[in-house]
């Protein structure tokens, strides 16, 4: 099945080369797409719809060439296109790396926290490192994995891609400078828009609470959707998740420690797990892959 293949591509290989990998690609259209930058909305939407027409054309067109051949080759294929619309073992490799560090340096754990956050992390002491490490975890459970495998079910490879490019315009052109403030204000609600569904479902494969509890925990964040993941792990682990001056899940909950990593590790493969084979149960049942 091609959700399985992708999978163990995916926990053997990590990522394809960078030099083949799409999403490299859509980073360097989202650059291309730059040159018609003006400070307004319009001009950031058209550029964002224009890009986001591209990505579909591509996709489909391989969509529909995969779909004419033989049945085992179409799954093998549909596999490898898949493969890089998603990125779970580089994300678990990456935080795991991050407690590591912390085990020795708070300056190096820092500087590899800092490839996985738009925060700065330059002033973090080792609690507020782990306790974004535990963050992004929970967070990139639904945008590195459930939300392009959930999209595949639904619409196939065009749906998975279509989600990468808008996922991959959030982290480039989201108005979080005042650069992007308008330029970027369709790029960024368009994501939160896709990933409205599979940030709940995340929260739910995450831990067996009450949608009371999540959604207490997800209101104290300013994001629509990123709290609800973060704050199902809070609430599962019983550790309080803070982002300094912004927002604190699980509040009553004590300090992250070291065991704690491991814990939310187990509980994302857990969840990855499950995922992988209800996916790949419905898009077998849906699209025959």
Do not use: C, Q
């Amino acid at each position: 099945m091609a959700v399985l293949l992708a999978a163990l591509l995916d926990t053997v290989f990590r990522e394809p080369p960078a030099r083949l990998h799409p999403v490299v690609g859509i980073g360097r259209l989202l650059a291309g797409l730059e040159r018609f930058w003006r400070d307004n909305v319009r001009a950031g939407a058209l550029a964002w719809l224009a890009g986001a027409v591209l990505v579909l054309v591509l996709s489909s067109l391989a969509w529909w060439g995969v779909s004419t051949l033989e049945a085992s080759v179409h799954s093998l294929l549909v596999g490898l296109l898949l493969w890089p619309a998603f990125s779970l073992r580089m994300l678990t490799a990456e935080v795991a790396a991050v407690e590591t560090a912390l085990g020795r340096d708070l300056d190096e754990a820092r500087r590899r926290l800092a490839r996985l956050v738009s925060r700065d992390t330059r002033g973090l002491d080792a609690d507020g490192v782990r306790m974004a490490a535990l963050e992004t975890l929970a967070e990139n459970l639904s945008d590195s994995l459930l939300a392009p495998l959930f999209y595949f079910v639904l619409f196939g490879l065009p749906g998975a891609w279509l989600y990468r490019y808008a996922n991959t315009a959030d982290a480039v052109w989201g108005y979080r400078t005042p650069r992007y403030r308008r330029w970027g204000r369709l790029a960024a609600r368009a994501d939160d828009l896709l990933n409205w569904i599979p940030a709940r479902l995340a929260a739910l494969l995450l831990g067996p609470l009450g949608m009371a509890a999540l959604h207490r925990e997800a209101g104290r964040t300013p994001s629509p959707n990123a709290g609800w993941p973060m704050g199902a792990l809070a609430l599962a682990l019983g550790v309080r998740l803070e982002k300094r001056g912004v927002y604190a899940l699980n509040p009553s909950g004590r300090t992250p420690e070291p065991a704690d990593l491991h814990r939310a590790l187990a509980r994302v493969w857990r969840a990855a797990a499950l995922t992988y084979a209800l996916a790949a149960l419905l898009s077998w049942g849906r699209w025959g892959v």
